[in-house]
DNA sequence: CTAATATTTGGCTATTTTGCCAAATATACC
DNA sequence: GGTATATTTGGCAAAATAGCCAAATATTAG
């Protein structure tokens, strides 16, 4: 493997660990239906303010989102869409998985 | 948020999560071309048999490859090819990225 | 049965990630 | 200016993850 290929997979690895949070995740799927600010995940998601502060900073610094601030807001959107149609192969795995799991009881 | 969808959260990050380490995304993608004995990853991956074995452990559990003993070896193969198409979103990320940064370098 | 090969498992330490709190920063309002 | 609101940052302790070694297991060959 050479260092370039090194470096790629390294940075794909970042963009999915950045997905691969439960809150971040949820995170993520809200922002299909638009931008949000910080405040309103606060409300949905039963964690301090600085950790979903902290975790958006995870999804911004992998680049699936970007934010803008906006009066005492920031807002943030999804800068690459894309990520939530592939959730649609995540969603298959789950179902492969739940077909083992029941050929496994009989 | 309701317990089912907490939980439906937590299992698709823990697919998520499988995929989002170097050594197993770059197993996974190996996988494309066919199945894989474990001892064929671990001549090719400077790392100790044991964690690759480890490794594929992991993507097992997840659900995104599958195993069989033949013989003295374990052949690992993919479970849920589509892992690999909605990588190309993951390349796209970068894309994104890299021209975020070439934006800023002007 | 014994030896050799392929793989997994247990255990341990080092590193990374999480999540809270408190403090700092930014912005709007008075 | 001072105050209230929204957010980020720094720091810390707890939890999860990674990777090595040694030991256990399974299979084949002799």
Redesign the pocket.
Same mark, same amino acid.
């Given at each position: 493997m050479t260092a370039k290929e090194k470096k790629r997979l390294e940075a794909k690895s970042k963009v999915l660990?950045a997905l691969? $949070?439960p +809150?971040?995740l949820w995170m993520t799927e809200q922002l299909e239906s638009g931008e949000k600010?910080?405040?309103?995940f606060?409300e949905e998601v039963?964690?301090?303010? @600085? +950790?979903? @502060?902290? $975790?958006? +900073?995870?999804l911004k610094q992998a680049g699936i989102v970007e934010?803008e %601030?906006?009066? %005492?807001?920031?807002?943030y959107r999804l800068k690459v869409p894309c990520v939530l149609k592939f959730m649609s192969c995540v969603e298959e795995v789950l179902i492969s998985n739940a077909k083992s799991q029941a050929a496994l009881l009989g």
């Amino acid at each position: 493997m050479t260092a370039k290929e090194k470096k790629r997979l390294e940075a794909k690895s970042k963009v999915l660990k950045a997905l691969a $949070h439960p +809150t971040r995740l949820w995170m993520t799927e809200q922002l299909e239906s638009g931008e949000k600010c910080v405040c309103e995940f606060v409300e949905e998601v039963d964690a301090d303010f @600085s +950790t979903v @502060s902290k $975790h958006l +900073t995870v999804l911004k610094q992998a680049g699936i989102v970007e934010d803008e %601030k906006r009066g %005492k807001q920031v807002y943030y959107r999804l800068k690459v869409p894309c990520v939530l149609k592939f959730m649609s192969c995540v969603e298959e795995v789950l179902i492969s998985n739940a077909k083992s799991q029941a050929a496994l009881l009989g």
